[in-house]
């Protein structure tokens, strides 16, 4: 069995951070270090560390995490301008939290794609 993260604990409700959505899929909630003006992080109900362990079996969730980023950018009022979305994985990718997490970023320009 893959180690929790926080991010059991968030979608548990076991510490206190306010859930932007939440189903028997998935959850989002902000970010705790905003990069942009609005940067929420939308995860899969079920620990999956890394892109690399996803199987056939997660494709209702993972679709799911995409209608929900759709909603949630309808929500945030950032939808017509645009947003990206982001899900790093390991080293080479900047991942830092061992489950799946899909970045919702925008409310400001967000300039080119990558910086190295
Ligand atoms: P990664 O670099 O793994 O793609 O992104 C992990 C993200 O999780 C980071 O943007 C970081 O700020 C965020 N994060 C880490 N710990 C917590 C937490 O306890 N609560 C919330 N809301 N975000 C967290």
């Known amino acids: ?22 189903d028997d899929l998935v959850t989002a909630f902000r970010d705790i270090a905003p990069r942009v003006d609005t940067h929420i992080l939308i995860i899969p109900n079920t620990l999956i ?3 690399n362990e996803v199987t056939e079996e997660d494709e209702l969730a993972l679709g799911r995490m995409i209608t929900v980023a759709k909603k949630l950018a309808e929500q945030e009022g950032i939808d017509e301008d645009g947003y990206r979305l982001i899900i790093n994985c390991n080293k080479h990718g900047g991942q830092e939290v061992y489950h799946i997490h899909m970045h919702l970023l925008g409310g400001q320009p967000l300039g080119p794609m990558l910086s190295i």
Do not use: H, N, V
């Not at 069995?1 to 939440?22: A, G, N, V, W």
């Open 1 to 22: 069995m893959p180690e929790e993260t926080i991010f059991s604990k968030i979608i548990r409700q076991e510490i206190d951070t306010p859930l932007l959505y939440q």
């Open 49 to 51: 560390p890394t892109i």
